[in-house]
């Protein structure tokens, strides 16, 4: 692990690991494509994305995005440096979310994407910081969508059509409800969600397969193979062959 706070540029490449220690994502600008342990989000600007420690995710941005990322380095400098934070710090890094930012939290996140981060005392007390302004009341536990339950669902039926009322029946919400909780936890609307899972299925089939790219193209929901492949190109810059070929990892 490198510095505590630092500021990253991500561009169309996609980076995939997984680290023992917990991170904390904040957009400060442009749009980040998010997975971890293969659940997909958008992480628009003035978000928060939570990584647990030990959690497997990926993430790109076709069009360029500027992150603040803090690289939480064990529990023992939880306890050591945020004192009574401790303990609720330890529950918002335990658990994978993406949070919105408040007005006061934006502007000490400005401040920092503005500040020397790399000054070691900077990144401490800022890195301290950000974690105690996220433990507020607003980050209290709360229902979240059943996205277990919606993701399986979402494979299971990935060769057929599907409607928001579909997915609404499962979460036994309305659809008008399901489409706010979306927005709010995911930043996407639940179509853009299974667009994006059925392509990183038919990404994962490309490159672990060696079934053809029609057969993978009718797995994932696309009766024209021309039709997947504009898809392709959109979510991933380049086409079903193409990705065939690239490596799986950075």
Request: aromatic share 4%.
């Amino acid at each position: 692990m490198g510095h505590i706070l630092s500021l990253r540029h991500y561009r169309e490449d996609v980076i995939a690991h997984v680290h023992d220690h917990a991170q904390v994502v904040i957009n400060v600008s442009g749009a980040l494509d998010v997975e971890i342990e293969g659940r997909a989000s958008l992480l628009r600007q003035q978000h928060v994305m939570v990584i647990p420690a030990g959690a497997h995710h990926a993430c790109d941005s076709a069009q360029g995005s500027r992150c603040l990322v803090l690289d939480v380095p064990d529990e023992q400098w939880l306890k050591d440096t945020l004192g009574s934070h401790a303990e609720a710090s330890r529950r918002l890094l335990g658990t994978a979310g993406q949070h919105t930012l408040d007005p006061r939290q934006e502007q000490l996140v400005q401040w920092l994407a503005a500040s020397p981060v790399a000054d070691p005392l900077i990144a401490r007390q800022g890195a301290i910081l950000l974690l105690a302004s996220l433990n507020t009341p607003a980050q209290s536990p709360r229902a979240h969508l059943p996205f277990a339950r919606l993701d399986a669902y979402i494979d299971q039926h990935a060769a057929y059509p599907l409607q928001v009322a579909d997915l609404a029946q499962v979460a036994d919400l309305s659809c008008a409800r399901l489409h706010s909780r979306f927005i709010s936890e995911c930043g996407q609307t639940p179509m853009e969600y299974v667009r994006q899972r059925r392509l990183r299925h038919a990404l994962h089939l490309l490159r672990q397969t060696s079934l053809a790219v029609g057969d993978v193209a009718s797995r994932v929901g696309y009766g024209s193979q021309s039709a997947f492949a504009a898809a392709m190109l959109r979510e991933f810059g380049a086409s079903p062959r193409a990705l065939r070929r690239e490596p799986d990892d950075n």
